[in-house]
């Protein structure tokens, strides 16, 4: 039987967040993905510190977020996504999110 790799993130309030890398590892170094990911509690019209310091962590990696009334996305490599993921999520949780919801699919 052989074992698919998964990338674990280093969160204790990330209950069961698994990104199966599988499916990524057949793509070429340098592959774009994109990411698209949501921060609760959604409150209309009024993001909070939980929402803003994770789009803030993302935008510190050096990437540009699509930030949107409902959810938000950026465009990441293969190589940088287990990183950019794991300082949002330690954003988003250390500032009071509730769930955080993140899809990932190839450019």
Known sequence: MVR????????????????????????????MLNVEFTVEPFVEGSPGAHVTAAVAAVERCGLSVDFGPFGSSFSVTKEQLPEVIAELMRAAYGNGATYVSVDVGVA
């Open 4 to 31: 698919t790799p998964v990338l674990l993130i280093p969160q204790p309030k990330v209950r069961g967040m698994r990104v199966l890398l599988r499916s990524l590892l057949k793509h070429k170094a340098g592959t």
